[in-house]
């Protein structure tokens, strides 16, 4: 994944991937921004403690890298899909977002979470899901990516109400950015349990440790549900060393890694929209 340096956000990440010419996507990084510590320095995050005014310059420099307006999201480790428009506010609560219109940037915040970033091969629409493992798993296995899905199938039937869900998968293109990777992710034995429950074949991502731990490949558990749903161009985290972001902490920020020993950390930015 190359980096994208631009005049006024150095830094950010741009994503190899097929998507159409008029779909643009960015990734941020710690880089370019004007918060200190432990916040330094493109945190993006309104709720983590930071200066209010180094966040808002930080988020006024990175709707200038876009070009358009990035929508922050309120999130809460949920399902809900929120379809943007230009009188859409930030800190509308969701954890994901669709957009049919230029001008508007479907956002998610990160710091060890995974980023899901969606398109159609026609560049028609556009969304973003933001995948901790609570709302990756959902409720009764309908998570965070089958909403997204079934909000871009809802999308896609009202230009022809006769397309089939598989129709629709097939044309889709995602990508998933970094994230915490298989290596750090320890979580509990309630965690595996809510995802074999409904997808036995996810046991394959969870690595037993000592006192009833677990190790978790986040990454390749959005992988199996988007397959499922007929999905099958995705693309970007491969749970290899490079996309974890405990691992790297002077690229990208960590809850996990840095909560804990500094008290809070940043949040980057996952963004995706028309031109």
């Not at 890298?65 to 509308?92: K, N």
């Not at 969606?118 to 965070?144: E, I, K, M, N, Y």
């Not at 995602?174 to 429950?197: D, K, N, S, Y």
Request: glycine share 8%.
């Amino acid at each position: 994944m190359p980096r994208l340096e631009t005049a006024r956000l150095p830094g950010v990440l741009q994503p190899d991937w097929p998507a159409p010419s008029g779909v643009q996507v960015l990734f941020t990084t710690r880089a370019g921004g004007v918060s200190r510590a432990p916040f330094e320095t493109l945190n993006l995050g309104d709720h983590v403690g930071d200066d209010p005014q180094a966040v808002a310059a930080n988020r006024m420099a990175l709707a200038s890298a876009l070009g358009v307006r990035p929508v922050f999201l309120q999130q809460v480790h949920g399902t809900e899909v929120a379809l943007l428009s230009a009188t859409t506010p930030d800190s509308t609560q969701a954890d994901a977002s669709l957009s049919t219109k230029p001008g508007l940037a479907c956002t998610v915040m990160v710091a060890d979470c995974l980023p899901v970033l969606f398109t159609d091969t026609q560049g028609s629409q556009v969304a973003a899901a933001h995948a901790g493992w609570r709302g990756l798993a959902g409720p009764a296995g309908r998570g965070v990516l089958e909403a997204t899905f079934d909000a871009m199938v809802a999308q896609a039937r009202q230009l022809d109400p006769q397309r089939s869900r598989k129709a629709v998968a097939l044309d889709t293109l995602v990508w998933l950015g970094p994230c915490i990777g298989p290596t750090a992710f320890e979580v509990g034995a309630e965690v595996r349990a809510a995802f074999i429950a409904t997808d036995p074949a996810a046991a394959a991502c969870f690595t037993a440790l000592p006192a009833g731990k677990w190790l978790a490949d986040l990454a390749t558990l959005a992988r199996q549900r988007l397959q499922a749903l007929g999905i099958e161009r995705v693309h970007g985290n491969d749970s290899s060393a490079s996309w974890c972001t405990v691992g790297q902490a002077s690229v990208f920020f960590s809850h996990r890694r840095d909560a804990a020993r500094l008290g809070s950390t940043g949040r980057m930015a996952a963004c995706i929209w028309l031109a």
